[in-house]
């Protein structure tokens, strides 16, 4: 069934067309500006065991081997498409840079926002809707500019790996949808291939492609996507684990499957998590699950069928994630590495609620636009202010990561299973990782003014790994955290206590404790301290002030 079309409409002036431009702009500018600033150039956590050992096994490997480690299984995925970028940019420059794999791993938000553009203006991919340059276009398209490049999947931003399979999985997923609209099945199936070894997801897509041949009675390519399923699936699931370790029995229990829906719903919603309203986001799931139900009852898959078919792939993420995280309780909040969907879920959401109240009443369409703007606006804001801090943490963590690994052989933001100083050392010394060199100097900590320390109620509970006296300064590294406090980015201060009786305190550098036994409440808890000879050796006595939240809690070493 072909789109409704109108006549197209006239275009706006150019005065009015850059001014929607310049405010598209914004946001996509800002994004690439905070990541082109913050993007750092060293590993981060499940970098080390697929990315660092790769490229250390990579160059003496065979040509078997060589499949071997592409197709090798990372968790529950497979990453061929992550490793096949890393083992391209070694093949042409010798080396791997994660700064540059950060850039690449974004680059799919700009492939999803022009997709998106193509499907608002041209469903079918035969005719326009509407003017491609109308200002109900232009409007109605910006807030999906809001919901795409904001902060709150920070997380993958600035990790490489996060980037190069959280991102380019739905990329290759809207892809394929776009082209079996534009009549292109082949290619589609090709892509949807790729999706499939890029990221855990991306099991999705050829089951959704042949749904929709099935769907429209398109039995030739039904048939031959199915074709390509099986040797996909075959090839996909050889030697396959799974760690979740959950049956199909244990899921389809009562109690664990009314859990799942919870956890579901949450996930779907977590854009409008907050603490004091802790029940918004499954709301707003259950609604995302709604509107799809009704998209598809009314054969929304007929006059848009890319957009349907990305809104039914991330409402199956969503129910992927809650499988894999089926033990956490639903008050968890989700790591930022996965709100990536949450925001897609939402733009996709937005574009074909947009559309069929616009098909309703052009009067409504545009009072929706524009209330829908402000409040994507409004997140991207908050957004970005919210998580401003953790992205400056972030990168301090992987130059702490740094300093320490190249002057005590000490890496903290990954698991001690791995031997990630080792590996990592091992691909320095063969020249494939070449950081550049940081000093003690560089990061030297900055006295801070604080009140005078006084018993408090709470305990500190830490750890001092490291007391060393450096050249012209002291070097602590640790762990500290108030005691029976789950620690989220808290603020950590080390004090020399002078001759005179009075406290100096020092700001500390921040680092993840991803070796602690307990890593998911006290990764967030490291702290290294750099501070002037000159002060800390007039002293031997050192205290720990830890801030978190609205508690505090000193404690002398």
């Known amino acids: 069934m072909q789109a409704t079309v109108s006549l197209p409409t006239t275009k706006p002036g150019t005065g009015q067309r850059w001014l929607w431009l310049l405010v598209a702009a914004l946001p996509v500018g800002y994004y690439f500006a905070v990541l082109g600033w913050f993007a750092y150039d060293m590993p981060y956590m499940d970098d080390y065991p697929v990315l660092v050992d790769f490229l250390n096994q990579l160059p003496d490997a065979s040509v078997g081997e060589q499949w071997r480690l592409l197709l090798e299984q990372n968790n529950f995925h497979r990453v061929v498409w992550v490793k096949a970028v890393v083992a391209f940019a070694y093949a042409l420059s010798g080396q791997v840079n994660f700064s540059f794999l950060q850039y690449l791993g974004n680059v799919p938000l700009l492939l999803?926002?022009?997709?998106?553009?193509?499907?608002?203006i041209q469903p079918l991919?035969?005719?326009?809707?509407?003017?491609?340059y109308s200002s109900r276009n232009l409007i109605t398209f910006l807030p999906v500019l809001f919901l795409l490049f904001q902060f709150q999947y920070w997380n993958n931003t600035f990790w490489a790996m996060a980037a190069l399979s959280n991102l380019w999985s739905p990329t290759w997923t809207l892809l394929a949808f776009?082209?079996?609209?534009?009549?292109?099945?082949?290619?589609?199936?090709?892509?949807?291939?790729?999706a499939l070894l890029t990221n855990g997801n991306?099991?999705?897509?050829?089951?959704?492609?042949l749904a929709g041949f099935a769907l429209n009675q398109n039995w030739r390519w039904a048939v031959c996507t199915l074709l390509v399923l099986v040797l996909a699936y075959g090839l996909y699931f050889s030697g396959y684990s799974n760690p979740s370790k959950v049956s199909l029995a244990d899921l389809l229990a009562p109690a664990t499957f009314a859990h799942l829906l919870a956890l579901d719903t949450a996930f779907l919603g977590a854009m409008f998590y907050h603490p004091a309203v802790s029940w918004l986001p499954q709301v707003a799931g259950w609604a995302t699950i709604g509107w799809t139900a009704y998209l598809l009852v009314t054969r929304y898959d007929r006059r848009n069928p890319t957009l349907f078919w990305m809104l039914v792939f991330l409402q199956l993420t969503g129910l992927m994630l809650a499988v894999n995280r089926i033990h956490n309780s639903v008050d968890v909040v989700f790591a930022s590495r996965y709100k990536q969907v949450t925001a897609l879920l939402m733009a996709v959401t937005y574009m074909t609620l947009a559309d069929v109240i616009r098909q309703k009443s052009?009067?409504?369409?545009?009072?929706?636009?524009?209330?829908?703007?402000?409040?994507?606006?409004?997140i991207c804001v908050v957004s970005n202010v919210t998580y401003f801090s953790k992205i400056v943490r972030f990168r301090e963590l992987k130059?702490?990561?740094?300093?320490?690994?190249?002057?005590?052989?000490?890496?903290?933001?990954?698991?001690?299973?791995?031997?990630?100083?080792?590996q990592l050392s091992q691909l320095k010394k063969a020249g494939i990782f070449q950081p550049q060199p940081l000093t003690v100097a560089q990061l030297v900590s900055h006295e801070v003014t604080l009140p005078t320390p006084a018993a408090t109620a709470d305990r500190v509970t830490y750890q001092i790994d490291l007391r060393r006296r450096d050249g012209d300064f002291l070097v602590v590294s640790g762990f500290a955290k108030i005691a029976g406090q789950k620690a989220n980015f808290n603020d950590t201060f080390v004090g020399v206590l002078l001759p005179s009786g009075q406290w100096r305190f020092f700001s500390t550098l921040f680092h993840q404790r991803l070796?602690?036994?307990?890593?998911?409440?006290?990764?967030?808890?490291?702290?290294?301290?750099?501070?002037?000879?000159?002060i800390a050796g007039t002293s031997s006595r050192i205290g720990l002030l830890v801030r978190s939240g609205t508690k505090t809690a000193f404690q002398e070493l």
């Open 112 to 120: 999803i926002a022009i997709l998106f553009w193509r499907a608002h």
């Open 202 to 209: 991306g099991i999705l897509v050829l089951p959704l492609l």
């Open 178 to 194: 776009w082209l079996v609209s534009r009549k292109q099945a082949g290619w589609a199936l090709f892509v949807a291939v790729a």
């Open 362 to 378: 052009s009067r409504a369409g545009r009072w929706f636009s524009a209330l829908a703007l402000a409040g994507a606006m409004g």
């Open 515 to 534: 070796d602690n036994e307990d890593s998911l409440n006290d990764k967030d808890t490291g702290f290294t301290a750099i501070i002037p000879a000159s």
């Open 399 to 422: 130059q702490t990561d740094q300093l320490l690994w190249e002057r005590y052989g000490i890496i903290r933001g990954c698991s001690p299973i791995y031997e990630p100083a080792q």
């Open 125 to 132: 991919g035969d005719r326009f809707i509407d003017s491609a």
